[in-house]
Structure formats: structure tokens, C-alpha cells
């Protein structure tokens, strides 16, 4: 997918999501984040923990893409010394303890993945409580969808003559599809944004005769762009907060002193 994110289309894609990444990922605190696949963007450049991986199943690193520029609320850090570290590992199996990682940044990694609801699943077991995931995919309910389901079934019927308009590999995973999952992992829904509503075409100047549709589309079918970003939070059943669990109990204790002075001053005017 790397090469396909130099096109005139994965240009204007990777703009998107590396706005929506930058201010997903800006205020999440912690000491570590992993961002698991698409090694070729930085998805942690806007993120302050000090420990920061990048994670691919490749044996090479590929070459990294041009970044667009952060929006203006958002400060990268100057400290190039704190750039990800490379690691290489399948997403359905993460060198990472139980409950270890503040962050995960998944870009795309769904689609690509073998497995992709174990892969979840394995980012639900290296995750802290009330540690976040955020998940980047297409949405196979929009035009880039439709037409990528169309040239599936054109390849089928010119025997591999035709070629596609996003990358061949991978599956689409839907929007409330991943929801789902994230609840069944104990996930709740922080945010949903879609993005990039004109329609698929190859060309440059295309994509900018229909500009006008990324405005009308966010208003009118919100749920049809191209692609969605989600932002989820690990919640763990029975967990108490300390403080609160001990001012409960010092309730508890006064309570029947509390019961005993107002006994008493009941009983004071019949004396």
C-alpha cells in the first residue's frame, strides 16, 4: 500500500488521516505507543511518550513517504532523537507483555492482517486499562468500495487483465464491523470521523474538479466517505478507583455514629 500512497489519490487519503492521526494520537499521555503496520508514515509524529515503536511483519524497512504539513493546532516534537524505533513481528502476535502499551496507532492494518480479529485481539491483551486504540480502514460502503468490489469481479472476467484502483491486497473491514468487535474486546467508542468523499479517480485534476464533495459529504452522507478513523478506550469490568473505594469505606464507618446522635436527640425532649 505504500507505493499506491505516492498516487495523486493516496496523496489526498494519507492527507486525511494523518490530520485526523495527528490530533487523534496529540493528547493521549503514557510512556508507550506502538504503531502496528504502514511503516512508511509516521502516525506517532504528533504523540509526546517517550517510547515509541514502529511495527511491521516486512524483513526491510521501505522508504518513507513525504508528510503533509500537521494543522495548526498541533506541535510536533523538534527532538529527532525520539523517533520510533523499527520492529518486525506479525499483528497477530505482538512482542509486548500483557497490559504494557499506553497507545496503539493501526493504520490500515486490518485489511492487511491474516487474522484481522485476533490482531485486535492481541492489541487488546498489550493494551493498559483505559489505554487507546486507533484504528485507520476503508469503508467499503462508498465509492472507492463500490468501485474496488467492481474491478474484483472485472479481474475475475478479463483473467487478470484489468488492474485496480486501490491496492490489490487486503479486505475492506466495515465500520460497524469494527465496532462490534471493539465492544466485544471491552472496547468503548471514543470517535468516528469519515473522510474523503470524491469520488475515485486517478487523476489529479479530477480529484480537484470535485473538491466541493468533501464539504457537501460531510454534511449530507457523512457515513459514505471513502475512509473512517475511529478512536477507542480499553475498559476493564470491576475496576475502582482507590480514592473513591476509601472514602466509601470512611462513610461506611461514620455512618452508624451518625445513627447513634440522631437516636439520641430524639430521645433528649421526652426526658
Known amino acids: 500500500m505504500g507505493v ?24 493521549v499521555f503514557g510512556f508507550h505507543a506502538l504503531q502496528l503496520g504502514l511503516p512508511e508514515v509516521d502516525t506517532l509524529r ?14 526491510v524497512a521501505p522508504e518513507p513517504i513525504a508528510m503533509p504539513p500537521p494543522p495548526d493546532d498541533v506541535i510536533l516534537l523538534p527532538d529527532s532523537s525520539a523517533l520510533p524505533v523499527a ?3 506479525e499483528p497477530e502476535a505482538l512482542p509486548f507483555g500483557d497490559q504494557t502499551l499506553d497507545l496503539v496507532v493501526m493504520p490500515h492494518t486490518l485489511e492487511l492482517a491474516t487474522d484481522p480479529h485476533r490482531a485486535l485481539a492481541e492489541v487488546a491483551r498489550v493494551l493498559r486499562p483505559e489505554g487507546r486504540v486507533v484504528v ?17 469481479a472485472r479481474l475475475k472476467l478479463a483473467g487478470g487483465q484489468r488492474s485496480l484502483f486501490l491496492p490489490r491486497a487486503g479486505e475492506f ?26 469520488p475515485p479517480n486517478a487523476s489529479q485534476r479530477w480529484l480537484d474538479r470535485f473538491a466541493w464533495m468533501d464539504r457537501v459529504g460531510e454534511r449530507w452522507w457523512p457515513v459514505l466517505g471513502a475512509v473512517y478513523c475511529v ?17 466509601e469505606r470512611v462513610s461506611a464507618k461514620a455512618a452508624p455514629v451518625l445513627n447513634q446522635n440522631i437516636h439520641q436527640n430524639h430521645q433528649e425532649p421526652s426526658q
Open 173 to 198: 473491514i466495515g465500520y460497524w464491523r469494527l465496532r462490534d468487535w471493539l465492544r466485544l474486546l471491552d472496547f468503548e467508542v471514543e470517535a468516528g470521523r469519515f473522510g474523503c468523499w470524491r
Open 231 to 247: 478512536v477507542a478506550v480499553k475498559r476493564v469490568r470491576g475496576m475502582r478507583l482507590v480514592g473513591l473505594a476509601r472514602s
Open 46 to 59: 504528533a504523540n509526546r511518550m517517550p517510547h515509541r515503536w514502529v511495527a511491521s511483519d516486512g524483513a
Open 4 to 27: 499506491w500512497l505516492t498516487t495523486p489519490p493516496g496523496q489526498y487519503l494519507l492527507a486525511w488521516e494523518q490530520e485526523r492521526l495527528d490530533r487523534a494520537v496529540a493528547d
Open 87 to 89: 520492529l518486525h513481528c
Open 136 to 152: 485507520v480502514g476503508l469503508n467499503p460502503a462508498s465509492l472507492w468500495g463500490v468501485r474496488q468490489r467492481l474491478g474484483h
